[in-house]
């Protein structure tokens, strides 16, 4: 059973930083692209960052490009999400997501495994 659970979410000012980590635990992920995502309310999931856990190969979205950096940890099993330059417009739930593949995936759709979120609010 797989489970991913993350953390780290807050308060922030416009122009801060917040670190996210998503713990995933069930499987052995090196077949598997980790995937955060965000929704704020009213509005659709959103891709934000994608990273292949075998090879670090990362993806995007053009939103947060240059400003967030996607990362894993093998030792402990994690993928991290560093945010830093955040806007107000950052706010949403962030959710941590899993799917076996070997190429980068932007799709919700495409992922078979999902967190619970947490919440991240950037005040102005």
């Known amino acids: 059973q797989v489970q991913l659970v993350e953390s780290g979410g807050g308060l922030v000012q416009a122009g801060g930083s917040l670190r996210l980590s998503c713990a995933a635990s069930?499987?052995?992920?090196?077949?598997?692209?980790m995937g955060w995502f965000r929704q704020a309310p009213g509005k659709d999931r959103e891709f934000v960052a994608c990273?292949?856990?075998?090879?670090?190969?990362?993806y995007y979205a053009d939103s947060v490009k240059g400003r967030f950096t996607i990362s894993r940890d093998n030792a402990k099993n994690t993928v991290n999400l560093q945010m830093n330059s955040l806007r107000p417009e950052d706010t949403a739930v962030y959710y941590c997501a899993a799917v076996r593949s070997w190429v980068l995936r932007s799709s919700a759709a495409m992922y078979d495994y999902w967190g619970q979120g947490t919440q991240v609010t950037i005040s102005s």
């Open positions: 990273i292949r856990w075998n090879g670090g190969d990362t």
């Open positions: 069930g499987r052995t992920f090196s077949s598997y692209v």
